[in-house]
Protein backbone atom coordinates (compact mmCIF):
# COMPACT_ATOMS: atom_id res chain seq x y z
CA UNK A 1 0.00 0.00 0.00
CA UNK A 2 1.47 3.60 -0.91
CA UNK A 3 0.12 6.68 -1.06
CA UNK A 4 -0.37 9.16 -4.44
CA UNK A 5 2.16 10.97 -5.47
CA UNK A 6 4.16 12.43 -1.58
CA UNK A 7 3.14 10.72 1.35
CA UNK A 8 4.18 13.60 3.19
CA UNK A 9 1.73 16.33 0.61
CA UNK A 10 -0.84 13.46 1.38
CA UNK A 11 -0.64 13.21 4.82
CA UNK A 12 -0.52 17.24 5.33
CA UNK A 13 -4.15 17.46 3.19
CA UNK A 14 -6.09 15.16 5.52
CA UNK A 15 -4.94 13.86 9.32
CA UNK A 16 -7.36 10.93 8.84
CA UNK A 17 -4.95 9.49 5.92
CA UNK A 18 -1.72 7.97 8.51
CA UNK A 19 -4.72 6.68 10.74
CA UNK A 20 -6.51 4.98 7.56
CA UNK A 21 -3.33 3.26 6.22
CA UNK A 22 -2.54 1.66 9.19
CA UNK A 23 -6.31 0.74 9.00
CA UNK A 24 -5.88 -0.74 5.50
CA UNK A 25 -3.09 -3.10 6.31
CA UNK A 26 -5.03 -4.37 9.26
CA UNK A 27 -8.18 -4.78 6.86
CA UNK A 28 -6.47 -6.00 3.50
CA UNK A 29 -3.08 -7.38 4.66
CA UNK A 30 -0.89 -5.73 2.60
CA UNK A 31 2.53 -4.22 4.22
CA UNK A 32 2.63 -0.28 3.89
CA UNK A 33 5.78 1.40 1.37
CA UNK A 34 8.36 2.27 2.86
CA UNK A 35 8.09 5.56 1.61
CA UNK A 36 4.52 6.17 2.86
CA UNK A 37 5.48 4.76 6.75
CA UNK A 38 8.23 6.71 7.11
CA UNK A 39 5.89 9.57 6.14
CA UNK A 40 3.39 8.67 9.13
CA UNK A 41 5.65 10.09 12.28
CA UNK A 42 6.53 13.56 10.10
CA UNK A 43 3.03 14.33 9.85
CA UNK A 44 1.60 13.29 13.38
CA UNK A 45 0.55 17.42 14.28
CA UNK A 46 -2.22 16.77 11.46
CA UNK A 47 -3.18 13.40 12.31
CA UNK A 48 -3.80 15.05 16.12
CA UNK A 49 -6.70 17.42 14.76
CA UNK A 50 -9.17 15.05 13.47
CA UNK A 51 -11.77 14.68 15.48
CA UNK A 52 -12.43 11.57 17.66
CA UNK A 53 -15.77 10.43 16.60
CA UNK A 54 -13.78 9.88 13.68
CA UNK A 55 -10.38 8.00 15.22
CA UNK A 56 -12.59 5.66 16.96
CA UNK A 57 -14.65 4.54 13.43
CA UNK A 58 -10.87 3.46 12.37
CA UNK A 59 -9.53 2.47 15.31
CA UNK A 60 -13.03 0.14 15.55
CA UNK A 61 -12.60 -0.69 11.64
CA UNK A 62 -8.88 -1.62 12.27
CA UNK A 63 -9.23 -4.06 15.07
CA UNK A 64 -11.97 -5.72 12.98
CA UNK A 65 -9.59 -6.32 10.30
CA UNK A 66 -8.13 -9.76 8.90
CA UNK A 67 -4.85 -8.57 10.23
CA UNK A 68 -5.77 -6.18 13.49
CA UNK A 69 -2.18 -7.19 15.47
CA UNK A 70 -0.03 -5.79 11.81
CA UNK A 71 -2.36 -2.31 11.99
CA UNK A 72 -1.84 -2.35 15.81
CA UNK A 73 1.87 -2.66 15.56
CA UNK A 74 1.84 0.23 12.66
CA UNK A 75 0.24 2.22 14.87
CA UNK A 76 2.15 1.69 17.38
CA UNK A 77 5.79 2.18 15.62
CA UNK A 78 4.68 5.40 13.67
CA UNK A 79 3.57 7.30 17.10
CA UNK A 80 0.12 7.46 15.87
CA UNK A 81 -0.90 5.23 18.79
CA UNK A 82 0.56 7.99 21.59
CA UNK A 83 -1.98 10.42 20.35
CA UNK A 84 -5.33 8.77 21.20
CA UNK A 85 -4.05 5.64 23.31
CA UNK A 86 -1.19 7.15 24.97
CA UNK A 87 -1.88 4.45 27.99
CA UNK A 88 -0.81 1.81 25.87
CA UNK A 89 2.76 2.65 25.29
CA UNK A 90 4.32 0.96 28.31
CA UNK A 91 2.99 -2.11 27.25
CA UNK A 92 5.29 -2.36 24.56
CA UNK A 93 8.28 -3.93 25.76
CA UNK A 94 7.10 -4.63 29.41
CA UNK A 95 8.37 -8.24 29.97
CA UNK A 96 5.66 -10.86 31.38
CA UNK A 97 6.38 -13.76 34.04
CA UNK A 98 7.34 -17.57 33.26
CA UNK A 99 3.88 -18.10 31.67
CA UNK A 100 4.10 -16.10 28.96
CA UNK A 101 5.60 -16.14 25.68
CA UNK A 102 5.71 -12.21 24.94
CA UNK A 103 5.73 -8.92 26.42
CA UNK A 104 2.30 -7.62 28.00
CA UNK A 105 1.88 -5.50 23.72
CA UNK A 106 2.76 -8.82 21.84
CA UNK A 107 0.46 -10.86 24.25
CA UNK A 108 -2.58 -8.33 23.75
CA UNK A 109 -1.93 -8.07 19.64
CA UNK A 110 -2.02 -12.17 19.70
CA UNK A 111 -5.35 -11.81 21.95
CA UNK A 112 -6.92 -9.41 19.31
CA UNK A 113 -6.43 -11.51 16.68
CA UNK A 114 -7.38 -14.91 18.44
CA UNK A 115 -11.14 -13.39 18.48
CA UNK A 116 -13.68 -13.17 16.69
CA UNK A 117 -14.20 -9.75 14.24
CA UNK A 118 -16.56 -8.05 17.15
CA UNK A 119 -16.13 -4.53 17.93
CA UNK A 120 -16.48 -5.10 21.94
CA UNK A 121 -14.62 -7.97 21.95
CA UNK A 122 -11.34 -6.58 19.85
CA UNK A 123 -11.60 -3.66 21.67
CA UNK A 124 -11.43 -5.90 25.15
CA UNK A 125 -9.14 -7.82 23.81
CA UNK A 126 -6.57 -4.85 23.35
CA UNK A 127 -7.38 -2.88 26.49
CA UNK A 128 -7.19 -5.84 28.92
CA UNK A 129 -4.07 -5.81 30.25
CA UNK A 130 -3.41 -1.71 29.86
CA UNK A 131 -3.04 -1.93 33.71
CA UNK A 132 -0.11 -4.46 34.02
CA UNK A 133 2.75 -2.19 33.38
CA UNK A 134 1.86 -0.50 36.33
CA UNK A 135 1.08 -3.47 38.67
CA UNK A 136 4.18 -5.15 37.75
CA UNK A 137 6.21 -6.30 40.73
CA UNK A 138 8.12 -8.94 41.80
CA UNK A 139 7.61 -11.56 44.53
CA UNK A 140 9.81 -12.88 47.23
CA UNK A 141 11.43 -15.44 45.07
CA UNK A 142 12.14 -12.64 42.02
CA UNK A 143 9.50 -13.64 40.26
CA UNK A 144 7.22 -10.89 37.98
CA UNK A 145 3.39 -10.58 39.22
CA UNK A 146 0.88 -8.60 38.30
CA UNK A 147 -1.21 -8.12 41.58
CA UNK A 148 -4.80 -6.51 40.81
CA UNK A 149 -4.01 -5.23 37.29
CA UNK A 150 -7.36 -5.68 36.72
CA UNK A 151 -8.78 -2.84 38.13
CA UNK A 152 -6.19 -0.57 36.42
CA UNK A 153 -7.02 -2.38 32.94
CA UNK A 154 -10.77 -0.88 33.59
CA UNK A 155 -10.20 2.39 34.51
CA UNK A 156 -7.42 2.64 31.66
CA UNK A 157 -9.54 1.40 29.34
CA UNK A 158 -12.49 3.09 30.32
CA UNK A 159 -10.57 6.89 30.10
CA UNK A 160 -9.23 5.73 26.54
CA UNK A 161 -13.01 4.90 25.24
CA UNK A 162 -14.42 7.83 27.11
CA UNK A 163 -11.45 10.09 25.35
CA UNK A 164 -12.80 8.50 21.73
CA UNK A 165 -16.20 9.09 22.90
CA UNK A 166 -17.61 5.84 22.28
CA UNK A 167 -20.79 4.59 22.58
CA UNK A 168 -22.26 4.08 26.31
CA UNK A 169 -23.05 0.63 24.87
CA UNK A 170 -19.63 -0.30 23.24
CA UNK A 171 -18.13 1.35 26.45
CA UNK A 172 -20.32 -1.09 28.39
CA UNK A 173 -19.84 -4.30 26.74
CA UNK A 174 -15.78 -3.86 26.63
CA UNK A 175 -15.94 -2.91 30.49
CA UNK A 176 -18.04 -5.58 30.92
Do not use: Y
Not at 7 to 30: H, K, S, T, Y
Not at 37 to 42: D, G, L, T
Not at 147 to 176: C, D, P, T
Request: aromatic share 4%.
Amino acid sequence: LRAVGDPLQRFAEAGLRPLRACRFVAQLGFPLDPATRSAIPERLEVARRVAVERVLVELTKLLCGSRPAAGLALLQESGLMDLWMPELRPMVGCAQNRHHAHDVWKHSLAVVEALEAEPAMRWAALLHDTGKPAARGLDAQGAVHFHGHEAGSLVFAEAILRRLKASNQLREAVLA
